[in-house]
């Protein structure tokens, strides 16, 4: 079974504050790992993914294996980072299993 | 409009009612998927289909649950019997063949009386 972890329901940051919203999945095989972010009002859309291995809005997110980890991070928080974030993940199909999403609150 | 388009945006029904729901794709997609979301959850799988044939329908939670996708384009969520615990948003997605890219719509807000 396959299964994604984000234990914080509501991450709040200082607007130029680092922020890590901690990802964590649970799946045997080798799982394709993507964040999601859904801004107030919008519909829900792909950030990133770990395969692409790229920096989108400034956020980044490693895979760690040993971990089973995939947290995102951007260095610098901005006020429109302020969302609904999601976790989720793919064991090569096309069928995503989702975590519960962290919702960030980016303060001024 | 070149986004994935579901209607309607909000259903309030009673319990025991069939409803339906409607998802539109993007021109071309050949996968369109089903997701529900209740409240303080993430998406949750529901089926996906490859052209018409369902690919996947190992998230349909029981047999009041049924989609079709009868041209290979649109596509109809049907709930037979509602009951409360139905109520939740209900999310289409589209994508190409390989699922790279997962376009959703905006949902389908179901309430159930």
């Known amino acids: 079974a396959q299964r994604v972890t984000q234990p914080e329901k509501l991450l709040s940051v200082f607007k130029g504050a680092p922020v890590e919203l901690k990802c964590n999945y649970s799946y045997s095989g080798s799982p394709e790992l993507f964040w999601y972010v859904q801004y107030s009002r919008q519909r829900l859309q792909l950030l990133l993914r770990?395969?692409s291995r790229e920096s989108i809005k400034g956020f980044t997110a490693d895979l760690n294996k040993g971990e089973t980890s995939f947290h995102l991070k951007k260095p610098f928080a901005q006020e429109e980072d302020s969302a609904m974030y999601y976790c989720?993940?793919?064991?090569?199909?096309?069928?995503?299993?989702f975590g519960t999403g962290t919702q960030l609150k980016v303060e001024l | 409009g070149a986004g994935v388009s579901q209607t309607p945006s909000n259903k309030v029904t009673e319990k025991g009612k069939y409803v339906e729901l409607r998802c539109d794709p993007i021109s071309g997609h050949t996968a369109l998927y089903w997701y529900r979301q209740s409240l303080g959850q993430g998406p949750e799988f529901l089926i996906y289909?490859?052209?018409?044939?369902?690919?996947?329908d190992s998230g349909l939670p029981n047999d009041r649950f049924f989609a079709v996708r009868p041209e290979g384009s649109v596509s109809t969520l049907k709930i037979q019997r509602t009951e409360r615990g139905d109520s939740a948003v209900y999310l289409c997605a589209s994508s190409l063949e390989d699922g790279n890219t997962i376009y959703f719509g905006e949902g389908s807000w179901l309430t159930v009386v």
């Open positions: 289909f490859q052209g018409t044939g369902a690919a996947d």
């Open positions: 770990h395969i």
């Open positions: 989720a993940l793919t064991g090569g199909g096309n069928k995503l299993t």
